[in-house]
Nanobody, 117 residues
Framework: QVRLVESGGGTVQPGESLILSCTASISIFNVEVMAWYRQGPGNRRELVAAMTNEGSRDYADPLMGRFTIFRDNARRTVYLRMNSLKPEDTAVYYC???????????WGQGTLVTVSS
């Protein structure tokens, strides 16, 4: 059973930064894609950032330059650094693990980020 546990969410003011963490119960060394998604109030879940086991990164266009995804395979952890946060970044952020040979998607329970003055 794959488990993903996110942490690092909280309430911050506009312009501040946060780093989210997601730790897996299994080795992620060979996991093809680790990703972050988010779901804001009244919105669908959307991709924030993804990183392959070869080091390639992909970001939602509006977030490029403010958000950075990186992974520490030795710690079985993927991170999301979020800078210059805006109120519209308020959402529950979910970690996702995906291997293309596995039809299942694995999700964490989510961590809430609230950006408010």
């Amino acid at each position: 059973q794959v488990r993903l546990v996110e942490s690092g969410g909280g309430t911050v003011q506009p312009g501040e930064s946060l780093i989210l963490s997601c730790t897996a119960s299994i080795s992620i060394f060979n996991v093809e894609v680790m990703a972050w998604y988010r779901q804001g109030p009244g919105n669908r879940r959307e991709l924030v950032a993804a990183m392959t086991n070869e080091g390639s990164r992909d970001y939602a266009d509006p977030l490029m330059g403010r958000f950075t995804i990186f992974r520490d395979n030795a710690r079985r952890t993927v991170y999301l650094r979020m800078n210059s946060l805006k109120p519209e970044d308020t959402a529950v952020y979910y970690c996702n693990l995906k291997n293309y040979s596995d039809p299942r998607d694995y999700w964490g329970q989510g961590t809430l980020v609230t950006v408010s003055s």
